[in-house]
């Protein structure tokens, strides 16, 4: 049975779990939940999530939510296949899951909130964004950055020279906050700037910057 991914074609959650999936090379059916129809708080739908949030996958009767833990599953499930997201030997494990925390803990707060009052917010509400909280929030994230940028003048990647899941989990806010919100807070620093374009380049992720499709597996 094909592995079932429900998502919203936009959602940066269901983005990086499309992408691990390609970088993986395994097949997958995507069936769109319409968060603006509100889908994502039917009862079905939330007796597969139960807080009514995009995506989960049906991994032949297995399910799971969160972004992180599917993309993990997935990594681990197929190891043998595609790129190696996850290192095994124990010292190489040991610095993923410190760039993965990072990830998950320095920069995703401050770019996610970026993203939705520069981005969504607006989108939603009609109100336009409140530049003087985005600069502020593009200072902390600057200020996170630096320190990338003295990893990545070290090594090819955050966790060593091979990429992971630590790597490519930047991407769908990098993406936005890149190439649709202005900053340059990428571009500003010169290791953090080669890293986001080698990754960006990759085809796993050419496949879904644009949204998740039904035809992208």
């Given at each position: 049975m094909v592995l079932t991914l429900y998502g919203y074609t936009r959602s940066t959650c269901t983005q990086r779990v499309a992408m691990?999936?390609?970088e993986k090379g395994v097949p997958f059916k995507f069936v769109l939940v319409d968060l603006l129809k509100g889908?994502?708080?039917?009862?079905?739908?939330?007796e597969k999530q139960p807080f009514g949030q995009v995506?989960?996958?049906?991994?032949?009767g297995f399910i799971?939510?969160?972004?992180?833990?599917?993309?993990r599953y997935i990594a681990e499930k197929y190891a043998g296949q595609g790129e190696?997201?996850?290192?095994?030997?124990?010292?190489?494990?040991?610095?993923?899951?410190?760039?993965?925390s990072i990830e998950n803990f320095n920069y995703n707060p401050i770019a996610s909130k970026a993203v939705f009052d520069k981005?969504?917010?607006?989108?939603?509400?009609?109100?336009?964004?409140?530049?003087?909280?985005?600069?502020?929030?593009?200072?902390?994230?600057g200020?996170?950055?630096?320190?990338?940028?003295?990893?990545?003048?070290?090594?090819?990647?955050?966790a060593g020279d091979q990429v992971t899941l630590a790597d490519l989990s930047h991407l769908p806010y990098a993406e936005l906050l890149h190439g649709k919100a202005g900053t340059k807070v990428f571009e500003e620093r010169p290791n953090v700037l080669r890293w986001l374009n080698e990754l960006r380049a990759r085809?796993?992720?050419?496949?879904?910057?644009?949204?998740?499709?039904?035809?992208?597996?």
């Amino acid at each position: 049975m094909v592995l079932t991914l429900y998502g919203y074609t936009r959602s940066t959650c269901t983005q990086r779990v499309a992408m691990t999936l390609l970088e993986k090379g395994v097949p997958f059916k995507f069936v769109l939940v319409d968060l603006l129809k509100g889908e994502q708080k039917a009862p079905a739908y939330m007796e597969k999530q139960p807080f009514g949030q995009v995506p989960y996958i049906d991994d032949d009767g297995f399910i799971l939510y969160e972004s992180r833990p599917i993309a993990r599953y997935i990594a681990e499930k197929y190891a043998g296949q595609g790129e190696p997201l996850i290192p095994t030997e124990l010292k190489a494990k040991a610095l993923f899951e410190q760039a993965f925390s990072i990830e998950n803990f320095n920069y995703n707060p401050i770019a996610s909130k970026a993203v939705f009052d520069k981005l969504v917010k607006p989108q939603l509400t009609g109100i336009p964004p409140d530049q003087t909280q985005f600069d502020t929030l593009m200072t902390e994230l600057g200020t996170k950055l630096n320190v990338y940028d003295q990893i990545l003048a070290k090594q090819k990647y955050l966790a060593g020279d091979q990429v992971t899941l630590a790597d490519l989990s930047h991407l769908p806010y990098a993406e936005l906050l890149h190439g649709k919100a202005g900053t340059k807070v990428f571009e500003e620093r010169p290791n953090v700037l080669r890293w986001l374009n080698e990754l960006r380049a990759r085809p796993s992720w050419q496949a879904v910057k644009d949204g998740v499709v039904a035809g992208t597996a």
